[in-house]
């Protein structure tokens, strides 16, 4: 089953604009990753944040992690066209027997950039 | 470096055929797996292999097998191909390193079962 929900399901801004997504996941997690894919291709690691970590940055890239509320928040600042992309975000579910390496994606927000 | 290779990118099917799917890394990954994509889905995990020789189910195993005879392969078998199984395949890999398991992802193999 999904663990992870991203909100919203599409997001279309203008070039400039800072893009946010939002995930919401339901179980104890040892971390949390949001990963890029691009149509036609596969997903592309882009930050990973540990459970015990609040914000993280990564070039214009800023990930927000809330785990009393099961939740994490993906900004864009400046966002370009090449931004245009499915963005989703995958759990590593804590205490799952050792198998820390089984992520679970949620079904991923669409962001359109307009040049 | 080629990372994940995926073979072959487009594959049409008739119901009944079989074939496998194709995954190599060249990273020395202890860590393989397979996912299916969906529209509205996402992406659901098929099979995985923590290492050679060592195979285990996901979410969604059924009509899929799997084998791990070498560290770098990890082919994909539809036994019997129906069309509920239309989908883009990916292959994933990553270490088995602590908390960081970032997985490396293929191009994928889009496949239709008419």
């Known amino acids: 089953s999904q663990q992870g929900e991203e909100d919203p399901q599409a997001l279309s801004i203008q070039e400039g604009e800072n893009a946010t997504m939002n995930c919401s996941y339901k179980?104890?997690?040892?971390?949390l990753q949001w990963y890029r894919q691009n149509s036609g291709r596969g997903l592309v690691h882009l930050i990973l944040i540990r459970s015990n970590e609040r914000e993280k940055h990564s070039g214009r890239l800023r990930v927000t992690l809330d785990t009393s509320k099961k939740s994490s928040s993906l900004l864009i600042t400046a966002s370009r066209a090449a931004d245009t992309a499915s963005y989703f975000c995958a759990t590593d579910p804590f205490g799952s027997g050792g198998s820390n390496y089984k992520l679970t994606f949620g079904k991923g927000t669409l962001l359109t950039v307009n040049p | 470096n080629a990372g994940v290779t995926q073979t072959p990118k487009f594959q049409v099917l008739k119901t009944g055929q079989s074939m496998t799917l194709q995954c190599a890394q060249d990273m020395n990954h202890e860590y393989m797996s397979w996912y299916r994509q969906d529209p509205g889905m996402g992406l659901r995990l098929i099979h995985y292999s923590v290492g050679a020789g060592i195979t285990d189910q996901g979410e969604v195993p059924n009509g899929y097998n799997v084998s791990r005879s070498t560290t770098e392969d990890f082919p994909l078998r539809l036994l019997s191909a129906a069309p509920s199984q239309t989908s883009v395949y990916f292959c994933?890999?990553?270490?088995?390193?602590?908390?960081?398991?970032?997985?490396?992802f293929g191009a994928g193999t889009r496949l239709s079962v008419l």
């Open positions: 994933a890999s990553s270490r088995l390193a602590g908390d960081k398991n970032i997985q490396y």
């Open positions: 179980t104890s997690i040892n971390n």
